[in-house]
């Protein structure tokens, strides 16, 4: 085992702190701060870089504060307790910046000031997994073992009054447990496994309950969904469908949308990965054609639901990737809301053939959206304006939306 003692220098995206070992390779620190003199344990090593565990803090920063949940570091959840919330919003701030600059490779990025959240309890959605003693537990970061968690300070508090009661021993062949929280603290329990027939499961709590499985979902107690409410509009979210974690960002998130987009009754707007319609809901009274493309049957059924009152609205269930290249249609304005892989490639080739007058680019990882900002202002896109959402306090993710225009 080769133990070193490493300054960190920086923080980098991924939740770690970049140092230099002895002979001169970059060494990537988790749970450290700049400024820190550490002693660790390489855990990768390679020839041009290095991974280290975290051994000892020889020389601590004073900017460092005390966790606040017994499983950090333990658990893989949280990166950044050790961190003052203001300074985790100004580490992705300039996070993001440097990717937008480096893979990106964009001059002098202009990144607006970070919308903050509630630093704690703000998930409407928490998954667990399962020892095999039933426990519920995370999966510590890059390794398949579940520990077992006494408290989480991520869920809501109405989330987190109810998952220490559930006791799952009884249901070996669960893959994980989700618990869902909506409008007036209702729940939804969602047990997910491999199995096609449904677990048996009794539960004296107040809850739905859902069990996905290869099949798609089947209602096991109560409702096939929760309701999410967003500026007073409601939204049903079934068992199989994505909706954004955190409640009132997503709120905020939707409000910056509609501020920045120039929206008229003759724009012709595609919402593309829109989920159960959360976007596409706000934008649709503003716009003369609405074309939402989403590939999960279970998020295209909300979606349905959600928008019933447009005419004007169009919902592909498919692949973004298969749908834009062959779309009839002449977009002024293209949302995008892909996951963390960001643009497929023929995604991205056909929005710059759309050629619409803006790009509004709402991401959940800066390094596949710079390497996307790259292929868009190669294209003849510029990049107008990003503003980071705090969405994920304690944690390295960072949710940005940003607005590009075509060169005119
Ligand atoms: C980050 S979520 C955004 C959803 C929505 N915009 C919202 O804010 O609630 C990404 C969505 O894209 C869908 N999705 C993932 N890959 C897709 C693809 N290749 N084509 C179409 N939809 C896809 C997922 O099912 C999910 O609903």
């Not at 199989?240 to 709120?251: C, D, I, L, R, Y």
């Amino acid at each position: 085992m080769t133990f070193e003692e490493v300054t960190l220098d920086t923080h980098v995206y991924g939740g770690e702190a970049l140092g230099r070992l002895a002979d001169g390779r970059a060494v990537f620190v988790p749970y450290a701060l700049p400024g820190e003199m550490a002693r660790i344990r390489l855990t990768d090593d390679k020839p041009r870089y290095a991974r280290g565990k975290l051994i000892e803090i020889v020389t601590p920063s004073p900017e460092r504060i005390a966790p606040r949940c017994p499983h950090f570091t333990q658990c893989g959840g949280c990166h950044y307790q050790h961190i003052p919330y203001e300074t985790q919003l100004q580490i992705k701030t300039d996070v993001l910046r440097d990717q937008l600059e480096r893979i990106g490779k964009l001059n002098n990025p202009p990144v607006r000031p970070i919308v903050p959240s509630q630093p704690w309890n703000y998930r409407n959605h928490v998954q667990f997994h399962i020892t095999p003693e039933g426990e519920l537990g995370y999966q510590a970061g890059g390794s398949n073992t579940t520990l077992p968690i006494r408290e989480c300070h991520l869920p809501t508090e109405a989330i987190n009054q109810v998952w220490p009661l559930l006791d799952m021993e009884a249901i070996p062949s669960l893959e994980r447990v989700s618990l869902r929280g909506g409008m007036n603290d209702d729940l939804m329990l969602i047990l997910e496994s491999n199995e096609p027939e449904p677990v048996e499961l009794e539960i004296d709590l107040p809850l739905s309950v859902a069990y996905l499985g290869p099949g798609g979902a089947l209602v096991l107690a109560g409702d096939d969904h929760v309701i999410i409410e967003i500026q007073q509009r409601l939204f049903r979210v079934s068992a199989g469908s994505f909706f954004q974690v955190n409640t009132p960002m997503a709120e905020q998130m939707v409000a910056h949308v509609l501020e920045n987009l120039p929206l008229t009754p003759q724009t012709t707007l595609v919402d593309a990965y829109c989920g159960v319609g959360l976007f596409s809901a706000f934008l649709a009274p503003h716009v003369g054609r609405l074309i939402s493309i989403e590939d999960s049957p279970d998020a295209c059924e909300d979606f349905e639901v959600n928008l019933d009152e447009f005419d004007h609205v169009e919902l592909y269930e498919a692949p973004v990737e298969d749908v834009l290249p062959t779309l009839d249609a002449h977009p002024q304005i293209i949302v995008v809301d892909p996951p963390r892989s960001g643009l497929a490639r023929p995604a991205l080739d056909a929005i710059l053939s759309l050629g619409p007058d803006v790009l509004a680019y709402i991401s959940c990882d800066p390094a596949t959206l710079a390497r996307d900002g790259k292929r868009l202002s190669n294209g003849g896109y510029q990049l107008q304006q990003i503003t980071p959402f705090d969405l994920f306090p304690q944690t390295y993710h960072i949710e940005s939306i940003s607005f590009w225009t075509a060169a005119k």
